[in-house]
């Protein structure tokens, strides 16, 4: 079995970006206008994207969430963010709904800039779990987009979202959106900005030690953690915090990187039990190797090409650890298994 | 010879501090008020901090510029950030007068957040160059602070520094100061962002087809670029632009990264001719190494322990490429060889 734990529905038809459209024409006083998109144009988004490369590469079911890029959170304000997400994890659910072998719900947050509070994001998360049946969410530690406007995660602010996350039983991958800052390019600089700052956020923070057993995954192969390593290592060491050996085996890390050498240091530096396969297709990166042939997104022959990783590791990487990691996924998975 | 090409006046005397708090404490009426720091002190400085540890690690010689995370280009306004880098610059060359066989210096830039012109920047290098003697400058992409106010490098804004970078034969190295946002953390996240996004604002640019022979120096690394590669090889193919494998040949790295695997990636990544011995000391990272008994910033064992590097590779990183990208290193080095 192998499970792609990190994809977003970049495909997802013209009545998404119509709707988004309409938010912008009608930015000083938002409805919640209704999303023109049809089943059958769902089926074709999927059957010639998503599912096309997911059968081709041999991936059997993917956690699947929004489109990352386009939540656009620092885009007017909570209501706007708030419709916006509604409908986006709407449709998730709809993709979930027709294809339940091949995509289980991951929740967009409804994030902005600046807020005096993250109720509405609890409130989102819950709706998604217990309505929709989502089993995580992405969580943004820079809604402003590139602007870095919001307290750090370790902040009190963000706690009320920790707790219904850990009450839920459900992790968060730490993913930004869009920048709309001009110095920034979203997949170039901002993504790995994200990545590294969020990861920093969470290790300079006592959210572990607050929510024992709260969960989070930092995508991309962790930004620039693998690499850095020493680094974080030294300050750890300057902080007086626990050492980074311990602390990488207590969050998790994705395989949505391009390269062979790239994915063998990162379960190098974090083991293999903390690693999740992950494509992130159809992502931001979409272009053919030379080296290889293949798309860089195709992430699967990596691990599959790394002679030191026994059977059982393979099985950790590509199907166990992420049940562990999503432990809402059981009843999808058991419902698979029997069919 | 051994020539570590970035450190940082990180233990100036206390005079440097006295001269800060003043300009705190009268910002509304900026005066270029006198340093207090005298020869003996910046003796005692050295003797006891960067030279004992250039002479316990066989550093030759070191290029030396004002102590990078307290130049503070976000702090007051343009007048503040002249007054503080002249003085800081100044010290640099009386360092660089007392000890003309041992340290090189490199300028700081008067930078200020969202300035109409860069010309107080292009006059400052000029002094700096023409009349301290220095061979090259800092160049920090984000003068706000973590805040990312001003527009990438890129952008014309910046082209009359290039053109004065040009007219001397100066590089710069791209390299942030400290941040002011609580969303970030100097060391750990901030100067990572900075060498991700001021790589990747120069990756996206035409700076160096509009100023052959340019040059700029990437440090810690690279930032993320040997690890995130294949994500940058890919948006690189995907925005049509000349291959990673090419533009990585015409942009240089140092190596103040703190492990042999990602020294190794780096050189691997980039090639021998792009990579220039650094250690950053006495920099952000203070703290040994449980695995190797060493402080990590003592970077040189990192290289000569690389077997698959020859006699040759080993003196372009540790001697040539260095006075190849800082070419007004010249006069003194054949003074050097002299003595």
Redesign the interface.
């Known amino acids: 079995m192998i499970i792609d734990s990190h994809g977003h529905y970049t495909t997802a038809p013209a009545g998404m970006q119509i709707f988004r459209a309409t938010q912008i024409a009608f930015l000083g006083n938002p409805v919640k206008h209704p999303v023109n998109v049809s089943d059958d144009e769902i089926r074709a988004s999927l059957d010639n994207g998503q599912l096309k490369l997911q059968d081709e590469r041999g991936t059997d079911v993917a956690l699947f969430s929004p489109r990352a890029s386009h939540m656009g959170h620092h885009f007017g304000d909570e209501r706007i963010s708030r419709n916006w997400t509604e409908v986006s994890n709407d449709l998730i659910a709809r993709v979930a709904g027709i294809y339940p072998d091949r995509f289980i719900g991951v929740a967009a947050l409804p994030q902005s800039p600046k807020l005096k509070s993250i109720q509405g994001c609890v409130d989102e998360l819950e709706r998604c779990v217990t309505e929709l049946g989502f089993v995580g969410c992405n969580l943004n530690?820079?809604p402003s987009g590139?602007?870095?406007?919001?307290?750090?995660l370790g902040d009190e602010f963000w706690y009320p979202l920790y707790e219904k996350m850990v009450e839920l039983d459900v992790p968060a991958m730490i993913h930004g959106s869009g920048t709309c800052?001009?110095?920034?390019?979203t997949?170039?600089?901002h993504y790995?900005?994200v990545d590294?700052?969020g990861?920093?956020?969470l290790?300079?923070s006592t959210i572990l030690q607050d929510f024992p057993g709260i969960r989070f995954i930092l995508p991309?192969?962790g930004?620039?953690l693998?690499?850095?390593?020493?680094?974080?290592?030294?300050?750890s060491?300057?902080a007086k915090r626990e050492p980074l050996e311990e602390w990488v085996k207590k969050v998790y890390f994705d395989t949505a990187?391009?390269?062979q050498?790239?994915v063998e240091?990162l379960i190098k530096k974090v083991g293999v039990d903390n690693v999740l396969f992950a494509s992130e297709m159809i992502g931001?990166?979409?272009?053919?190797?030379p080296a290889t042939g293949r798309q860089?997104d195709d992430t699967k022959p990596y691990l599959d090409e790394i002679e030191w990783l026994t059977d059982e590791d393979k099985v950790k990487l590509f199907e166990t650890n992420v049940q562990k990691v999503y432990p809402r996924m059981k009843p999808y998975m058991d419902k698979i298994a029997k069919a």
């Open positions: 530690p820079d590139g602007y870095w406007q919001d307290p750090p800052n001009p110095a920034l390019h997949t170039g600089s790995m900005n590294n700052t990861m920093y956020q290790m300079d991309h192969g930004g620039s693998p690499f850095q390593y020493a680094r974080f290592q030294g300050l060491i300057m990187i391009y390269s050498d790239a240091l931001g990166v979409q272009a053919v190797d860089f």
